[in-house]
């Protein structure tokens, strides 16, 4: 069964760092891309970008390019968000999620049950 | 470009829901929808139109032509009771998410 397991709750200040972590487990971790979503309190969802967890490369919306970085241990099949200089509209619950297909990132499968990350002085 | 979703629809028990995703020439697009219920992560319901996901009931079915993709709701249940999200692939590359829908089921 697959399954993808965030790792906990985070707390920061304002223009401090976090780093969110994405276990995958069921199935071949390098053949499926790996989304990142936010929501944002009350609010919808918001794509972040995505990664080739077998390349590594990545593609973030213009809007996240200076902040975001998606890298990925393979060796322990698991993906991480970074997201830098946190403002308080950073406060959200931050999901990983696994592509539907092998081929493309069209759509999201599988959702890890998100990580909420506060922003606060 | 943005994907317009109405902020609410309401059912009756047994009645039909439609739930609508508008842009330019969506017809020509992908069009996936996720359901969310509250406090859970979402999950997706159709793919690539009109096909349903695993486990996904008969009730649920998914249209898209000209400017406007759209998920009906079969003889609505009170467990249909959630926020709606369509998604689509855009040519940049990039995913796009509608604003979501709210079903209410009363």
């Known amino acids: 069964q697959v399954h993808l397991v965030q790792s906990g709750a985070e707390v920061r200040e304002p223009g401090a760092s976090v780093k969110v972590s994405c276990k995958a487990s069921?199935?071949?971790?390098?053949?499926?891309?790996i989304h990142w979503v936010r929501q944002a309190p009350g609010q919808g969802l918001e794509w972040m970008g995505w990664?080739?967890?077998?390349?590594?490369?990545?593609n973030y919306p213009q809007r996240f390019q200076d902040r975001v970085i998606m890298t990925r241990d393979t060796s322990i099949t698991t993906a991480y968000l970074d997201l830098r200089g946190l403002k308080s509209d950073d406060a959200a619950v931050y999901y990983c999620?696994?592509?539907?297909?092998?081929?493309?990132?069209?759509?999201?499968?599988?959702w890890g049950k998100g990580t909420t990350v506060t922003v606060s002085s | 470009d943005v994907l317009t979703q109405p902020p609410s629809v309401s059912v009756a028990p047994g009645q039909t829901a439609r739930i609508s995703c508008g842009r330019n020439n969506i017809g020509s697009k992908s069009v996936h929808w996720y359901q969310q219920r509250p406090g859970q992560a979402p999950v997706l319901v159709m793919f690539?139109?009109?096909d349903r996901a695993s486990g996904i009931p008969e009730r649920f079915s998914g249209s898209n032509s000209g400017n406007t993709a759209t998920l009906t709701i079969s003889r609505a249940e009170a467990g249909d009771e959630a926020d709606y999200y369509c998604?689509?692939?855009?040519?940049?590359?990039?995913?796009?998410f509608g604003a979501g829908t709210k079903l209410t089921v009363l």
């Open positions: 998604q689509l692939w855009d040519d940049s590359g990039d995913v796009v």
């Open positions: 990664m080739n967890p077998d390349s590594g490369d990545t």
């Open positions: 069921g199935y071949t971790f390098s053949t499926y891309y």
């Open positions: 690539y139109n009109s």
């Open positions: 999620a696994r592509a539907g297909s092998t081929s493309h990132p069209y759509y999201m499968v599988v």
